[in-house]
């Protein structure tokens, strides 16, 4: 009975085995390319691109696969400043190709880099990021372009005056002098590099004096500037000259008691008194230094402006 069962129970334990123990699957080999992306920058200049300017960047990726897209990244100082979702186009040999580009608006340091994400048509690869830096041109007057615009809103965000338009006024000149004379630099009109980047920095700033003064007028005699003032913000400051030692402007707080339109006999264009005979006016000669009368002088093209600035009772605050 026993030699009987003994070849059943063999074929029972044969058809206990596992259909995969008995036979493993053959591997179906991947038919998806792997990706290889690389970039590189274009139009620098020593590893730096000047500000306003754009920024080319090309990319390849290989092999080459329709309809494929590309990300790049942009970065300024370590933050994303900008993501873009560019078409692959076909290159030579078995490369694509792909373009993208980012303008230049502040300081920092920038960085870029490109990522293929993994489909079901094509592997996924990135890369390194690549560095580059801003450089700032010397502005002058008569100057136009982007930079000159650019130029011109940060100085105008700080309250530093500075022409319309697309061009290097004397406008935006006498507001580099201010800006100079603010800052302690040698008092001229002339925007060289290093002035630039610190306006396009934000930097160099007017503090105001007397914050909870409202809408006021302040006038720094050891600055030789007149600043129009809403609470602690500077909205207009311009350049002036303020009396000489032999007849120097009264100091204190004063309003804007009394107007003169025009010119009058002593070459005073557009006097607005805050004290006797002492007025903020327009006059023919405006140095870097203090040379009037006592009264504060500005530029004969900023008076009519400054005129309509102020209000009748107005603050000013002298000092």
Same mark, same amino acid.
């Given at each position: 009975?026993?030699?009987?069962?003994?070849?059943?129970?063999?074929?029972?334990?044969?058809?206990?085995?596992?259909?995969?123990?008995?036979?493993?699957?053959?591997?179906?080999?991947?038919?998806?390319?792997?990706?290889?992306?690389?970039?590189?920058?274009?139009?620098?200049?020593?590893?730096?691109?000047?500000?306003?300017?754009?920024?080319p960047?090309?990319?390849?990726?290989?092999?080459?696969?329709?309809?494929?897209?590309?990300?790049?990244?942009?970065?300024?100082?370590?933050?994303?400043?900008?993501?873009?979702?560019?078409?692959?186009?076909?290159?030579?040999?078995?490369?694509?190709?792909?373009?993208?580009?980012?303008?230049?608006?502040?300081?920092?340091?920038?960085?870029?880099?490109?990522?293929?994400?993994?489909?079901?048509?094509?592997?996924?690869?990135?890369?390194?990021?690549?560095?580059?830096?801003?450089?700032?041109?010397?502005?002058?007057?008569?100057?136009?372009?982007?930079?000159?615009?650019?130029?011109?809103?940060?100085?105008r965000?700080?309250?530093?005056?500075?022409n319309?338009?697309?061009?290097?006024?004397?406008?935006?000149?006498?507001?580099?002098?201010?800006?100079?004379?603010?800052?302690?630099?040698?008092?001229?009109?002339?925007?060289?590099?290093?002035?630039?980047?610190?306006?396009?920095?934000?930097?160099?700033?007017?503090?105001?004096?007397?914050?909870?003064?409202?809408?006021?007028?302040?006038? +720094?005699? /050891?600055?030789q500037? *007149?600043?129009?003032?809403?609470? =602690?913000?500077?909205?207009?400051?311009?350049? @002036?000259?303020? %009396?000489?030692?032999?007849?120097?402007?009264?100091?204190?707080?004063?309003?804007?008691?009394?107007?003169?339109?025009?010119?009058?006999?002593?070459?005073?264009?557009?006097?607005?008194?805050?004290?006797?005979?002492?007025?903020?006016h327009?006059?023919?000669?405006?140095?870097?230094? +203090?040379? /009037?009368?006592?009264? *504060?002088?500005?530029?004969?093209a =900023?008076?009519p402006?400054?005129?309509?600035? @102020?209000?009748f %009772?107005?603050?000013?605050?002298?000092?």
């Amino acid at each position: 009975m026993i030699r009987r069962l003994a070849p059943i129970l063999a074929v029972l334990a044969l058809l206990a085995i596992p259909a995969a123990a008995s036979a493993a699957p053959k591997e179906v080999a991947s038919t998806i390319p792997d990706a290889t992306v690389k970039i590189k920058l274009g139009k620098l200049d020593k590893g730096r691109a000047e500000i306003f300017s754009s920024v080319p960047v090309f990319g390849t990726i290989a092999p080459f696969v329709p309809g494929q897209k590309v990300q790049v990244d942009f970065f300024l100082d370590g933050k994303p400043l900008v993501s873009k979702k560019v078409k692959v186009s076909k290159g030579g040999g078995n490369f694509g190709k792909f373009k993208s580009n980012v303008v230049v608006r502040e300081d920092g340091r920038y960085t870029v880099s490109a990522t293929h994400e993994a489909n079901d048509e094509q592997g996924g690869d990135s890369t390194v990021r690549k560095l580059w830096k801003v450089s700032y041109p010397s502005l002058h007057q008569g100057e136009c372009g982007k930079a000159v615009v650019g130029f011109k809103q940060a100085m105008r965000e700080m309250g530093y005056i500075a022409n319309s338009g697309k061009c290097f006024g004397g406008k935006t000149a006498r507001g580099v002098l201010a800006y100079r004379k603010v800052n302690d630099m040698s008092r001229s009109m002339r925007a060289g590099a290093a002035l630039v980047r610190s306006v396009y920095a934000g930097k160099g700033e007017y503090h105001v004096r007397y914050p909870n003064a409202g809408q006021h007028v302040e006038a +720094p005699l /050891s600055k030789q500037v *007149l600043v129009f003032a809403d609470g =602690d913000k500077p909205a207009a400051i311009y350049p @002036i000259s303020s %009396g000489k030692s032999s007849t120097p402007t009264v100091t204190g707080h004063f309003e804007f008691i009394r107007t003169e339109p025009g010119y009058n006999s002593h070459g005073m264009y557009y006097s607005f008194y805050f004290y006797g005979g002492y007025a903020v006016h327009g006059y023919e000669s405006v140095p870097d230094y +203090p040379a /009037s009368h006592g009264c *504060l002088r500005t530029f004969i093209a =900023d008076q009519p402006e400054i005129y309509n600035r @102020i209000n009748f %009772g107005e603050d000013i605050f002298i000092w």
